[in-house]
């Protein structure tokens, strides 16, 4: 039997913020809801080839408390949640599977790493890849899935040689369906 490693979590007394929890005794991450404390969210849309750079627009909360993700904008949804990571470990964060495939919400940076020295409040970066409709976030509804991972110390080296080939395989990018 493994031994269970401890996360500590935080939730700032001003918020709302509901704390993470496994949604049945055999997932593998815990939930992360969405907290929507302030009266605005940053949100930004794409990038044009002439400017490079994304145009930032601001998501203003509705009452009762939620936004709406416009189709193809990311936005910084805040948790209330301040996690407390010991030393050797990391926190990574996942799309949820369900948002991805029926509404095409997915994390902007693909997965997500909480560093242990991250002492600030969680934000969570989520795109509209839908370009159908806005998307409606809520507060309290989970936006994304964690889990607490322990890191291996590594010792970067430069070779100066390139690797031995050790197998059969050759190439990448779907070389092993062949």
Do not use: W
Request: net charge negative; proline share 6%.
């Amino acid at each position: 039997m493994h031994q269970k490693s401890q996360l500590g979590i935080y939730c700032i007394p001003t918020t709302s913020a509901t704390p993470p929890k496994f949604a049945t005794p055999g997932s593998a991450c815990f939930d992360i809801c969405a907290c929507l404390h302030t009266e605005t969210v940053q949100a930004y849309y794409g990038s044009t080839v002439q400017e490079g750079i994304s145009k930032t627009v601001i998501l203003h909360l509705h009452h009762p408390a939620y936004i709406l993700i416009p189709p193809n904008h990311r936005a910084l949804i805040p948790t209330g949640l301040i996690l407390d990571i010991r030393e050797g470990f990391s926190v990574r964060l996942h799309a949820r599977s369900g948002l991805a495939v029926k509404y095409g919400i997915v994390l902007s940076n693909g997965e997500g790493i909480i560093d242990h020295d991250y002492t600030h409040e969680l934000i969570i970066a989520v795109t509209n890849n839908n370009d159908v409709g806005d998307f409606k976030i809520e507060d309290g509804m989970r936006i994304c899935q964690a889990e607490l991972v322990e890191c291996c110390a590594t010792q970067i080296v430069q070779v100066h040689s390139p690797p031995e080939r050790n197998t059969t395989r050759v190439g990448g990018f779907g070389s092993t369906g062949t």
